[in-house]
């Protein structure tokens, strides 16, 4: 078993697509939407995250509905280099993570972006799944101003803004242009009016303990310099160590603990607020979008074991109320008058009250690292769907640089009396003894493993399900949703470099039922 993914090739990936969505309508066994995606106006998707590396996750989150996509956060160091101990993720309660930016090396993770938005504008177009106009990738980097300046990384931001010139653009249309005999409503004329700017917006990730300086710094560079609209990924700390402890010892999460220090080397509150003032000023003059995005994670201690190490990084229910707490906060000190976009716990349960503040996006990851998986992102949309409605009847959702002080300050309260969000037990899963290599006794594995690794067949008429070892990097997501207590991405009939017809070709010589 290894725990580094494969990108799959653009034609094996594109075929991979259309062969499974004409026989099911899915993409990578996520159900797609079709009614009515036009409408979702860029306002929800995943976040800077697991479901944001590979194309094929991103396509897959596409055809559930997203339609706003925060890409991996690159930087300098990459790769193999980074070193992340895997398992990385814990979602079993609370949701950890040890990993920080893509497992990729920078030049794959272009070369998937670019792969994604392709692919995501020819199957919108060949399947009638609605205008791709209001779609948005926005870029994530970090995590200084000298890596960010590097050949590497400004390579990246140039490419992204322009891809044309890219190989793998070149490569990619290239091969659409030999093959347009596989498609009915995509064509020549198609093809050269896409647009080569993959993203013009960027979230800058900066790690906990970087100085108010360098922060203003890399975003000044980007504004200016690399000519993008700019989020500036704020942390929690903002709002106060007291405040948090308050908070987790309300709800039930008096056993996560963090370190003084954390909140000592932190962007203080009232340097963030003249720091945003004065980027405010840089990016009208500049006429580029400036604002914040809520909120990084959280780094609390590793005392039970959950991963390895002696630091992770919280997210998920626990981190709502304190991400709409910053919010508040900030909204009231800038009178309304500053533009946020929202990643912390949001779900089918909050998304509409967070839109309806003016916060927008909204981007998650936690919530498709549970039950249901990317399926998620339709439950979410769902829930907003009245927020898209004020849209189609003339209202500005997207207008996100005038927030309603008043309604987010009552949110930021009403979340912590909110006893969805409180700490929830483990789930009782015990380890069973009639588990087989091909376990289907549920879709959890399948559903939200953010890689798609896991995949649901039909085999002499039962269902099956399979690992493919090449889009499997062990994070370790879906064994805490086995609901016969094994980890399937270390249990399960494993496939290497095989597409889903040579897979079946093989079970059906040999499955005998285990």
């Known amino acids: 078993m290894d725990d580094r993914m494969t990108p799959m090739p653009f034609d094996r ?20 939407i079709r009614d009515n995606q036009k409408e979702y106006v860029g306002a929800v998707g995943p976040a800077a995250g697991p479901h944001t590396q590979l194309a094929g996750n991103i396509v897959a989150a596409y055809g559930a509905g997203a339609s706003t996509f925060e890409l991996k956060t690159v930087q300098i160091i990459d790769g193999e280099a980074l070193g992340i101990v895997k398992p990385c993720i814990y979602s079993a ?28 504008q020819v199957l919108a177009k060949e399947y009638g799944l609605g205008t791709t106009d ?12 000298a890596g960010i300046q590097s050949e590497k990384i400004d390579g990246f931001l140039n490419h992204m803004k322009a891809a044309s010139g890219t190989k793998a653009w070149q490569d990619a249309v290239a091969y659409l242009s030999k093959n347009l005999d596989r498609f009915v409503h995509v064509d020549q004329a198609f093809l050269d009016h896409l647009s080569p700017c993959i993203s013009d917006t960027v979230t800058l990730s900066t790690m906990h303990g970087c100085k108010s300086d360098e922060i203003e710094s890399i975003a000044a560079h980007l504004l200016c310099e690399k000519e993008l609209n700019v989020y500036i990924k704020l942390n ?28 000592a080397n932190d962007l203080k509150f009232d340097d963030a ?12 003059e500049r006429r580029r979008q400036f604002g914040v995005k809520l909120t990084n994670t959280f780094p609390v201690r590793i005392l039970a074991g ?16 304190i991400a709409v707490g910053v919010g508040a906060k900030l909204a009231e000190s800038f009178d309304g008058a500053i533009a946020i976009s929202y990643s912390g716990g949001a779900d089918k349960g909050n998304v509409r009250d967070i839109l309806e503040t003016g916060i927008f996006p909204v981007t998650v990851s936690s919530v498709l690292l549970k039950p249901g998986g990317y399926k998620n992102l339709s439950a979410l949309n769902r829930a907003a769907e009245p927020v898209f409605s004020k849209h189609r009847e003339g209202a500005d959702v997207a207008d996100n640089t005038k927030i309603d002080v008043a309604r987010l300050k009552m949110l930021a309260e009403t979340s912590i009396k909110d006893a969805t969000y409180y700490h929830k037990e483990k789930p009782a899963f015990k380890r069973t003894s009639d588990y087989s290599a091909f376990c289907a006794a549920c879709r959890n594995c399948v559903d939200l493993c953010p890689n798609r690794a896991n995949r649901r067949l039909t085999v002499k008429g039962k269902d099956v399900v399979i690992h493919d070892d090449s889009l499997c990097n062990a994070c370790g997501a879906c064994s805490h949703y086995c609901i016969k207590g094994h980890d399937p991405y270390k249990e399960k009939w494993t496939v290497f470099q095989m597409d889903d017809r040579s897979v079946l070709e093989v079970l059906e010589e040999t499955y005998d039922g285990l």
């Open 236 to 263: 929690p700390t903002l709002l106060g160590k007291e405040r948090i402890r308050e908070i987790l010892d309300k709800m039930g999460y008096a056993h996560i603990a963090f370190d003084e220090f954390v909140f």
């Open 273 to 284: 607020r003249l720091l945003i003032e004065r980027l405010q000023k840089t990016a009208f």
């Open 134 to 145: 209001g779609l948005s990738f926005i870029m994530s980097v970090g995590y200084d101003l």
């Open 13 to 32: 990936l594109l075929d991979a697509l259309q062969t499974e969505y004409e026989a099911t309508g899915n993409f990578l066994q996520v159900p797609v």
């Open 306 to 321: 959950e991963l390895a190490g002696e630091t992770m990084y919280l997210s998920g229910p626990p981190l709502y109320p």
């Open 93 to 120: 309660t609370e949701v950890y993570n040890t990993e920080w930016s893509t497992e990729l090396t920078v030049e794959q993770a272009e070369t998937e972006y670019i792969h994604a938005y392709l692919l995501i």
